[in-house]
């Protein structure tokens, strides 16, 4: 026989969604995999049942249904000050994870280099190998996960450099990048002229005092941001697989594309019920902020109470807890163990970094307040079962 695709041998499964499959086996309380264990707004799910009588059950347009695209540059011009136009620089897709790689085969040839920060999210990695681009990596350094600018300046100018991503807020380590830092980048890519990928899936997921500035609102970026967004963490619908890319029409009409030919469109029916988020008025999400800022410190105060170490996120919904005491020299084993004999799911970090880390492993909290207190009530005895 002969030898399968090169492109499916460098990258491996999602080990986030094999931790799922781990945790599942064991019966863990699965923080791994980051999805809610609540239920989307009602106001959502009722009007989805509604559609289940009245349609729409055949394909929508193939970039995403008008009221849909309407109500969302709706929202971001209510959020961000952008004037979308919803007509010629929005394609809805199936998440963000198909926006992002949408994006990257709309803007990068085979061959091309992309600047990635690193920790990532691990889809970024298999974005870049099934694109064709090379990966230029830039840390982001604990405790804070800024980054040097004269790295960045090294990375961006290489030769080769068409775009840089961004996770803002990011994923695994919670930074919310702040609007000097997006400035930074900013001047970097207008000197360099290359575009931003953005990943903004959890712009409305952000603790205060910090805020999100969306970098298409960066003077000098509209024309040169990718934004690639999505409702699966924002009305808590992540099997709904609904996502966007906003880009400047020359973009979004390649987007389109690609998109028509991976996967036709977006869902019709579950299209059709989320206007009805889009369309939510400010008060669900300072509802949604303060629920979360309950769960982070209900998980936060609860690990630093058994005495384990985590960072605390600006944004997102996870933290990164320092396992060093435990002496595993492999976080997947540690991983392992502690879903087989702690009963709780977690991530390896090594799988978000480019860099040699080993001592962290991710936990997310989008949980209800008694699947955190279970987590916690079993990390307490983590120092007798490890
Ligand atoms: C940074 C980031 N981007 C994208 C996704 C996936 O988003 P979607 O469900 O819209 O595909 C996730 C999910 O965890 C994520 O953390």
């Known amino acids: 026989m002969k030898p399968l695709s090169k492109r499916t041998t460098y990258f491996t499964d999602s080990v986030i969604r094999r931790m799922t499959r781990i945790s599942d086996k064991y019966g863990a309380v699965n923080l791994s995999q980051g999805f809610p264990d609540f239920d989307p707004p009602g106001e959502i799910t009722e009007r989805l049942r509604d559609i289940a009588l009245e349609g ?33 620089e929005i394609a809805v897709t199936c998440g963000s994870t198909e926006a992002m790689m949408a994006a990257m085969m709309s803007v990068v040839d085979p061959g091309d280099k ?34 040097d600018l004269e790295e960045l300046e090294r990375a961006v100018s290489r030769e080769g450099v068409k775009a840089l991503i961004l996770c803002n807020p990011s994923n695994p380590c919670g930074k919310v990048f702040s609007e000097e830092e997006l400035r930074e980048i900013a001047y970097l890519a207008v000197k360099y002229d290359i575009y931003v990928i953005t990943d903004e899936v959890y712009e409305h997921i952000v603790y205060k005092p910090f805020r999100h500035t969306y970098m298409a609102a960066v003077e000098g970026m509209r024309e040169r941001t990718v934004m690639c967004s999505s409702l699966s963490k924002t009305y808590s619908i992540t099997g709904w697989r609904l996502g966007y890319v906003i880009a400047p029409f020359d973009v979004t009409e390649r987007v389109k594309k690609v998109h028509d030919f991976l996967t036709v469109g977006a869902a019709a029916p579950l299209m059709e019920a989320a206007v009805v988020g889009l369309k939510m008025s400010d008060g669900y999400y300072e509802e949604l902020q303060s629920h979360y800022t309950h769960m982070r410190d209900l998980f936060v105060n609860g690990l630093s109470d058994i005495g384990l170490k985590c960072t605390v996120p600006q944004g997102a919904y996870y933290v990164l807890m320092d396992i060093s005491e435990f002496g595993y020299e492999d976080d997947n084993r540690f991983c392992v163990d502690l879903a087989e004999k702690v009963g709780v799911g977690a991530v390896p970090g090594s799988s978000f970094f ?12 989008a949980k209800k307040d008694e699947t955190l207190i279970e987590a916690l009530n079993r990390l307490e005895y983590i120092r007798h079962k490890l």
């Open 56 to 88: 729409p059950h055949q394909y929508a347009l193939t970039w995403g249904a008008k009221n849909f695209r309407d109500a969302l540059a709706a929202k971001m011009k209510h959020f961000s000050g952008l004037d979308i136009d919803p007509e010629r």
């Open 114 to 147: 992309v600047v990635i920060f690193s920790p990532f999210y691990e889809n970024y990695g298999a974005d870049a190998v099934l694109s064709g681009a090379e990966p230029i990596y830039v840390a982001l350094k604990p405790p804070l996960f800024n980054f």
């Open 354 to 365: 480019r860099e040699n880390v080993n001592h962290l492993i991710r936990f997310h909290f």
